[in-house]
């Protein structure tokens, strides 16, 4: 088979042609394959990790990108040879466009395409998303206690969000539950937020808390938990089997539990740093690309489409910044010092 029978054609977008390029890689060897694209700031719910005390970040629908923007955005992502395509917030169920986004992203030929939401909206949505081509979700689900839940997520209704997940297992096939490890607020639930996974045939995510602003901070100095404590508690009850790193996937430690065919992982930035093996690029609302969840750093590509470049031209723009401002790793401190990054612009 000859050299140029390997090349992938033109990618193709409405009037559009973006020419394919070679695998988009960082200064230091790593393969990117996997964008974050947060669609807006606005959430409806106030988690103390992740929003000051007090404070509701809405955001302003003027200030995120248009539509036309976002499919130019993905359109060349996916030339660049990225495969794996995430939808967040903020909230992205609040974003007027969101079922649109994934039908776009479906057409471009992305191989998985998910999204993170609170699950406050997703039972009555879930059809939709579905059918417009969204393969998973996670759902955050922080405790089971109804009272909890509130506490933590400054007003969230359980039972709305328990509703939409499960609606979304039912078209989806398979959903994560998303559960931030605080250690004076859901450590003791540990063990049945995993019978309720068991049960209910949810797969899980235990997230150490990241210095993220002052709330991400805060949450850190006064809550931090590291997961490998949480998985030994689980291992206590259940059988853990570890499960390899899986293509275009995020940083979760996976483990399949024995007598299930559930997965629980564990995400752990501040106490085994996964820095060496990262593939992923965040997209902010405001067309800001962020290269790294710890640093603020970025390149401004909403100001690269109002210069009107041409396909190419976008493309060798991210190729050169990635590959010379990519970090090699995020930064983050054992004492938790906070970093000028707010969890609700980069979607975690």
Not at 176 to 202: D, I, Q, S, W
């Amino acid at each position: 088979m000859s050299v140029s029978a390997l090349v992938e054609p033109p990618l193709e977008v409405g009037a559009r042609t973006f020419p394919r390029s070679q695998t988009l890689t960082d200064g230091f060897g790593r393969t990117l394959t996997y964008l974050r694209v947060s669609l807006t700031e606005r959430c409806q719910m106030r988690c103390g990790y992740c929003t000051p005390t007090g404070r509701v970040m809405r955001g302003a629908r003027d200030e995120d990108l248009r539509t036309i923007e976002i499919n130019r955005l993905l359109a060349t992502f996916r030339a660049l040879g990225i495969r794996h395509v995430r939808f967040t917030g903020g909230e992205p169920l609040l974003h007027p466009h969101l079922t649109d986004h994934i039908a776009e992203a479906r057409a471009l030929g992305f191989s998985r395409i998910s999204l993170t939401t609170n699950g406050d909206l997703l039972a009555r949505k879930a059809q939709a998303l579905a059918a417009a081509g969204l393969h998973d979700a996670n759902v955050s689900v922080d405790s089971l206690d109804p009272a909890r839940f509130r506490d933590i997520t400054g007003g969230g209704d359980l039972g709305r969000v328990l509703a939409g997940l499960e609606a979304a297992r039912r078209v989806l096939g398979r959903v994560k539950m998303n559960t931030v490890l605080l250690c004076t607020r859901n450590l003791g639930e540990l063990p049945r937020l995993v019978a309720f996974a068991l049960a209910h045939n949810y797969d899980i995510r235990f997230i150490e808390t990241m210095p993220l602003g002052a709330a991400g901070a805060a949450a850190v100095a006064f809550d931090f938990v590291a997961a490998e404590v949480a998985r030994a508690m689980i291992a206590e009850r259940y059988r853990l089997r570890p499960l390899p790193s899986a293509p275009d996937a995020g940083p979760a430690r996976r483990y399949a539990v024995e007598g299930s065919t559930i997965e629980i992982g564990f995400i752990s930035p501040l106490s085994q740093a996964f820095c060496e093996t990262c593939n992923r690029l965040r997209l902010t609302s405001r067309g800001r690309l962020v290269y790294c969840l710890g640093r603020s750093e970025g390149l401004d590509l909403r100001a690269a489409l109002d210069q009107g470049l041409a396909p190419d031209e976008l493309s060798s723009l991210i190729r050169t910044h990635v590959a010379r401002d990519k970090p090699r790793g995020h930064g983050f401190t054992p004492e938790g010092r906070a970093v000028p990054v707010r969890m609700m612009a980069v979607g975690g």
